[in-house]
Nanobody, 123 residues
Framework: QVTLVESGGGLVQAGGSLTLTCAAS????????MGWFRQTPRKEREFVAT????????DYTSSVKGRFTVSSDNAKNTVQLQMKDLRPQDTGVYYC????????????????WGQGTPVTVSA
């Protein structure tokens, strides 16, 4: 069974930066595609970014391109999401997830999830 633990969330002013870290362990996590999603009470869980454990082929939702960077460290079994120029609309609970499926943009393709870490961006 895969275990994912997120950390690094917090409160930041608009224009600020945060780095989220996901520590992954167990199961066949090294074979998984890793993703970051976010959710607010008013929205469904939304795709943010994805990457594989080789560190190539990252992809992002359009609203964060140029501001967020996703990376993976195979040796440490961690995935990071560096967030810059944060905006109030980036506020939400951020989840790390592991997918063994095909469509990396859908939450339903991810079988394992962390508990989430909250990010609040004030105007």
């Amino acid at each position: 069974q895969v275990t994912l633990v997120e950390s690094g969330g917090g409160l930041v002013q608009a224009g600020g930066s945060l780095t989220l870290t996901c520590a992954a362990s167990g199961g066949a996590v090294s074979s998984a595609r890793m993703g970051w999603f976010r959710q607010t009470p008013r929205k469904e869980r939304e795709f943010v970014a994805t990457i594989n454990w080789r560190g190539d082929r990252p992809d992002y939702t359009s609203s964060v391109k140029g501001r967020f960077t996703v990376s993976s460290d195979n040796a440490k079994n961690t995935v990071q999401l560096q967030m810059k120029d944060l905006r109030p609309q980036d506020t939400g609970v951020y989840y790390c997830a592991a997918s063994f499926g095909d469509n990396w943009y859908l939450p339903s393709s991810y079988s394992d999830w962390g508990q989430g870490t909250p990010v609040t961006v004030s105007a």
